[in-house]
């Protein structure tokens, strides 16, 4: 995710190994470093190859041996340092704040010597977050379902996606929710009738709005939501894991679109 940060900052070309390609649609022209993982976790030995003098994660599980990712300690005692976006500083993105976004960019702008390059990207982003906040003030909240389907699994945004949904203007019917993992049944969605539904695609690389929405359809026919077409699927990877400010304030953006069509219009 914080790729796309790091070409806007425009030092993609001191970029020597990447991870998660395969969650980005499409995938951060990061000069032409080689592809450690496609997954979004990496070996210490894939790390060591690559030999960087920094290791940027977006998480902190993904520098966590025990996920199977890249160990700290190891990279540490062969000379690599190592930043963890602010934005995702717990492995449960529940504690992140919309605003970390900028704290992460203007900490790389200080670890590249970017420092003003950053300051005039973080000052455009603020101004698109402050046009969606004008443009929604005063519009009625949108009650939505914002998540995740696994199956007959759902699962309700958290942290900072919570956090801009709200932004956006619209109102999470399950905002008290602190555990990623907590799984809401497709009863009690239904029985709280949200007027509309972001799901979230894991894979945002082929998101087809169709497809998405006829399977939602499907399961909650009965919904305020679907019987007004309400409807919006989202990459996962965009809206709601921070570590990209760029893509953090572009899906605040379309979820305002979404909810509030007419003042964008």
Do not use: W
């Amino acid at each position: 995710m914080i790729a796309r940060d790091l070409v806007a900052l425009g030092v993609a070309d001191r970029v020597v190994g990447q991870s998660g390609t395969d969650y980005f649609s499409p995938p951060p022209q990061t000069a032409k470093a080689p592809v450690l993982s496609k997954e979004n976790l990496t070996s210490t030995e894939s790390i060591l190859g690559a030999s960087p003098d920094l290791v940027i994660s977006d998480l902190a599980y993904r520098l966590d041996p025990a996920q199977k990712g890249a160990s700290l300690d190891q990279l540490k005692q062969a000379g690599i340092q190592s930043y963890v976006a602010a934005a995702g500083c717990t492995a449960n993105y529940t504690e992140g704040r919309f605003t970390d976004v900028f704290t992460d960019l203007e900490n790389l702008g200080k670890i590249f010597g970017v420092h003003a390059k950053a300051k005039e990207l973080t000052d455009k982003l603020k101004a698109e977050v402050a046009d969606v906040e004008r443009r929604v003030a005063g519009q009625p909240e949108v009650s939505v379902f914002e998540g995740t389907m696994y199956g007959d699994q759902f699962y309700p945004v958290v942290g900072i996606g919570l956090e801009a949904l709200d932004m956006a203007g619209g109102k999470s019917m399950f905002p008290v929710v602190k555990d990623p993992n907590a799984n809401i049944s497709k009863e009690e969605i239904t029985a709280r009738d949200p007027q509309a539904f972001i799901f979230q695609s894991s894979y945002p690389r082929t998101v087809d709005q169709q497809k998405e929405a006829a399977n939602i359809k499907a399961t909650f026919p009965t919904t305020a939501a679907v019987r007004n077409n309400r409807i919006y699927s989202i990459g996962y990877f965009s809206s709601t894991l921070p570590g990209s400010a760029i893509e953090t304030v572009a899906s605040l953006r379309q979820v305002a679109q979404f909810l509030h069509p007419t003042v964008f219009q």
